[in-house]
């Protein structure tokens, strides 16, 4: 997550969604870093004009 919020602040936007989509796989049992990955997705999406698609990553972070 952390190399994911780096990377998006670097902004590598596309690497930054990489990357946290990556930390919410293995965030097995961390209902509280799946929310933060997703959301980390959702700006990551905002910045590459994937409105719809960050649309989608807040409702995915809002069930945590």
Do not use: C, D, H, P
């Amino acid at each position: 997550y952390q190399l994911a919020k780096t990377r998006l602040q670097q902004g590598e936007a596309e690497l930054a969604e990489n990357l946290a989509k990556k930390s919410e796989l293995l965030a097995v049992g961390n209902a509280a870093l799946k929310k933060k990955n997703w959301l980390l997705i959702a700006k990551a999406r905002k910045q590459q004009n994937k409105l719809e698609e960050a649309s989608t990553a807040l409702k995915k972070a809002r069930q945590f």
